[in-house]
């Protein structure tokens, strides 16, 4: 990436791409960036007009381009509503990529991505030990959503309301696993991922109640790491191929075959479909194979509940009495992935629940990843808008499909008051499943 004929040939390749945007606007209308600040600069045409110059400002203001992109959620709701196609995501993740390789990471990026991410041995102990001394630092804020603040003043945490780590991580919980097929006669790998094993771990107790229910079996593979997003989002594809690489060897042994891999998590799902295969492109041929070939059988949770095994709504009586639980559309698992219907599916087959829609389900809650610590405020803005949504619907419990979003709506709820659970869908549909 540093030898400039390299960076020559991946800017003819982005520019490209570049040339179907029409410039017509209609991105405005569905950024949530934009309908909080107004800026052009903020919105993908204006950030696809930016790099349509690219070789000329990379030279003469690469600092400003990178901030300018570096200011998007990636939320997809501009390509998902683009009459052109243009893949933006596709776009401003290969330039970020650019401008990585052209300027370089910062130290604390690299310590962070190459020292920590990339090594998920090192990640795994040195949470763990975030999580033994965690109380030191935090206060818990509300009881019914698990929140905390911190104790100090801290850069990093700001005014958060968070949900701190799990005492016990999901893999420490359940190291390994391989189970075969029961009734169902299919088998799945499960990808767990960061947020899931670090501070959710009942989601993935969830998801397993739900697999051994239906008779699927299950090949949970130790050493996973982190699907490889963070990475990639600050433009550095070495750690992100590294993490491919390590996850392809765990997840695609011969020796232990499976039919499809699922996740819990919308912006893993998103990341191993989508991005796996279109950032490995300069990889070896049979690399690129495997990736894409993973990429082929990876379902969401609720999909494969939903499309594979057969999960149907319950039948209920009146709503008197049954908890009214509203649903956050996350942008990874709606807009990239195209699966909406399934999660509703998996709440509504729970006869405790009734499920009431808010107004802008499948607008972006904020987080955005990275984005929710560069941009706090920005990100607040957004998500205060979906926290009112949820005030309108009325609704006791809000459920999602992606551990990023329920972070930023438990932040956006304990900051307000507001007494309403969040739960995965996949929790909601394991809670009518009878224990073994």
């Not at 982005?14 to 606007?25: A, F, H, N, P, S």
């Not at 969830?206 to 229910?213: N, V, W």
């Not at 891999?261 to 690399?287: F, G, N, R, Y």
Request: net charge neutral; proline share 6%.
């Amino acid at each position: 990436m540093s030898s400039l004929n390299e960076l020559a040939r991946l800017m003819k390749q982005l520019e490209d791409q570049l040339v179907t945007c029409m410039r017509c606007g209609l991105c405005q209308a569905v950024c949530p960036l934009f309908a909080e600040t107004g800026r052009e600069a903020d919105v993908a045409r204006g950030k696809l007009a930016l790099l349509d110059g690219l070789a000329q400002e990379i030279l003469k203001n690469p600092q400003g381009v990178q901030d300018h992109l570096n200011r998007c959620l990636l939320c997809g709701s501009c390509a998902a509503n683009c009459p052109s196609g243009v893949k933006v995501l596709d776009i401003f993740i290969q330039a970020r990529a650019i401008l990585a390789g052209y300027m370089g990471l910062s130290p604390l990026k690299k310590a962070i991505f190459g020292g920590l991410l990339s090594k998920p041995d090192w990640f795994n102990r040195i949470l763990a030990w975030g999580a033994k001394f965690q109380g030191i630092f935090i206060r818990p804020v509300d009881d019914l959503l698990g929140s905390s603040c911190a104790r100090f003043m801290s850069p990093l945490l700001a005014n958060r309301h968070f949900r701190p780590l799990a005492p016990v991580p999901w893999h420490l919980q359940v190291p390994r696993l391989d189970t075969a097929p029961g009734a169902s006669n299919l088998k799945v790998a499960f990808f767990v991922g960061c947020l899931i094993d670090k501070i959710f771990p009942q989601v993935g107790e969830a998801t397993l109640k739900a697999l051994d229910h239906h008779g699927v079996g299950v090949y949970l593979p130790a050493g996973q790491g982190c699907c490889g997003i963070p990475a990639l989002s600050s433009g550095d594809t070495q750690t992100f191929q590294e993490l491919v690489r390590l996850n392809l060897k765990l997840l695609d042994d011969p020796a232990a075959p499976y039919d499809y891999l699922v996740t819990a998590c919308a912006t893993c799902s998103s990341t191993i479909k989508k991005l796996w295969p279109l950032m490995m492109q300069d990889a070896a041929p049979e690399e690129q194979q495997r990736a894409a070939a993973l990429a082929a059988r990876t379902l969401d949770i609720s999909q494969f509940l939903v499309d594979k095994v057969g999960v149907t709504p319950a039948v209920s009586g009146p709503e008197d009495g049954r908890i009214t639980v509203t649903y956050h559309d996350p942008c990874h698992l709606k807009k990239s992935l195209g699966v909406a219907a399934q999660p509703r599916a998996l709440i509504q087959a729970n006869p405790g629940y009734v499920l009431t829609e808010m107004p802008e389900s499948d607008w972006c809650c904020g987080c955005g990843g990275s984005f929710n610590l560069q941009h706090y405020e920005t990100s607040v803005a957004i998500g205060q808008r979906k926290r009112d949504n949820i005030a309108k619907s009325r609704a006791r419990l809000v459920a999602t499909g992606c551990p990023a979003c329920m972070l930023q709506i438990t932040d956006m709820l304990s900051q307000a008051g507001m007494r309403v659970t969040v739960k995965h869908a996949v929790e909601i549909y394991a809670d009518i499943l009878p224990s073994e």
